[in-house]
């Protein structure tokens, strides 16, 4: 697509990186191998990202259902976020970017929550990207949450009821202050969201493609906002 001053980049856009075990399957590797690649993929992604204009990325990282996969996957997971987090402390300072987690991060190790709170501390004011990490996410869990700490507030006669609007709600949740989505990417051919910001997709473009997630990349991330610009988005306008 022609790249006039008509094209758009998606100021947010949302990932769900799928397809590291098929990845590794593929090759005869341990799953873990799969997780591997993808998260060095993901790290590149964020430089991709905003070379392309991208002010805001989320990737989903960890499911609140993959706990149920077997022990050592999510141990290996758990491992690979860990180095994520620690290597990410100084990257932040060298890209500039400004990392939250999202997520109920609570279930996690201890050591694990004090990377992310230290990252976030030192990315705080950075002014690159602002890039956003899922663990131990899910949008039914993020909602119920937001639900339970205004109710704790109208319950203590601080809010009414009349008073919880859109951005009120909105303002519980992980992800407050951050515009909504304009587009979502996820790879490896599955068409579901699997409980990856149902309130903030609400309106999202979808871009699916077979590429498994160890494999995508800047040329795909352009695939995905071309794929963007062709779509005309009328919010339940004409
Ligand atoms: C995505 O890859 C990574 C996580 C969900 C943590 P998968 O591990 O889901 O890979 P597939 O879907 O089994 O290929
Ligand atoms: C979604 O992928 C979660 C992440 C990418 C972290 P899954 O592989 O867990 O989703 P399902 O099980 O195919 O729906
Ligand atoms: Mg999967």
């Known amino acids: 697509m022609a790249k006039d001053s008509a094209y758009k980049i998606p100021r947010h856009v949302a990932i769900i990186m799928d397809g590291n075990g098929r990845w590794a399957k593929k090759r005869l590797l341990p799953r873990k191998a799969g997780h591997v690649q993808g998260s060095r993929v993901a ?3 964020c ?7 991208i002010e805001y990325l989320t990737i989903y990282a960890f499911s609140t259902e993959n706990w149920a996969r077997p022990q050592d996957e999510v141990d290996a997971l758990m491992d690979l976020l860990r180095k994520y987090m620690k290597d990410s402390i100084e990257r932040s300072s060298k890209n500039n970017m400004r990392v939250t987690v999202i997520g109920d991060i609570s279930r996690l190790a201890e050591d694990l929550q004090e990377s992310i709170r230290t990252l976030e501390r030192v990315s705080a004011n950075n002014t690159g990207l602002k890039f956003q990490v899922a663990i131990n996410y899910g949008g039914r869990d993020e909602i119920l949450r937001a639900v339970r700490k205004l109710s704790t507030r109208v319950a203590a006669g601080e809010l009414s009821p009349e008073d919880i609007t859109e951005e009120v709600f909105y303002s519980y949740f992980d992800t407050a202050g ?17 409980n990856f910001l149902p309130w903030q997709l609400a ?18 991330l352009q695939k995905a906002i071309d794929f963007y610009n062709g779509r005309d988005r009328r919010f339940g306008g004409v």
């Open 178 to 194: 951050m515009p909504y989505p304009d587009l979502m990417i996820r790879t490896s051919g599955e068409l579901r969201t699997s």
């Open 203 to 220: 309106y999202s473009e979808f871009y699916f493609t077979d590429v498994l997630w160890p494999d995508f990349n800047k040329k795909e």
């Open 43 to 45: 790290e590149q992604i």
């Open 47 to 53: 430089e991709d990202a905003f070379d392309l204009g």
